[in-house]
């Protein structure tokens, strides 16, 4: 009888045990799966913006005494040309932009254009790299004449 007993509560010990083991691994694995979720729609929603961001370079030359360069938001979202960077052959360019229709919020919307100003006095064919805010890269060839 003494045998009987203690199997009984031995077995009701170890399945209240198993339980209470069971529910803290569910506790942390759920916990943990709520933070990488988190995580993960955070990166895709990044990832997702930076696809979405598309920019066509509408000239191919300009003039070094005056260059300029027209570039077209060809993607799905508004852009802020005042946080873009401008290279030139791989050399930081400071530039001025005029938006051709400007809204209340100054930026370059979807299908608009954009005409960036700067001062490069080099001819020939040049690499431009223009990095949007999300360090998406547009590149292009830029021939400059005198």
Do not use: H
Request: net charge neutral; proline share 3%; aromatic share 16%.
């Amino acid at each position: 009888m003494r045998g009987d007993l203690s199997q009984i509560f031995g077995a009701i010990t170890g399945f209240i045990l198993i339980i209470v083991v069971i529910s803290i691994f569910s506790y942390i694995t759920s916990y943990n799966v709520q933070n990488f979720d988190k995580i993960l729609e955070k990166n895709y929603e990044f990832y997702e913006k930076r696809s979405l961001e598309l920019v066509d370079f509408l000239n191919n030359s300009t003039n070094i005494s005056n260059p300029l360069i027209i570039i077209k938001n060809i993607g799905k979202v508004s852009l802020d040309p005042s946080c873009f960077s401008l290279y030139i052959e791989g050399n930081k360019i400071n530039f001025t932009y005029r938006i051709t229709e400007v809204y209340y919020d100054n930026l370059l919307n979807p299908s608009e254009n954009a005409t960036l100003y700067f001062s490069y006095p080099n001819m020939g064919w040049k690499k431009v790299v223009l990095i949007s805010c999300n360090g998406k890269r547009f590149e292009t060839l830029i021939y400059f004449y005198s």
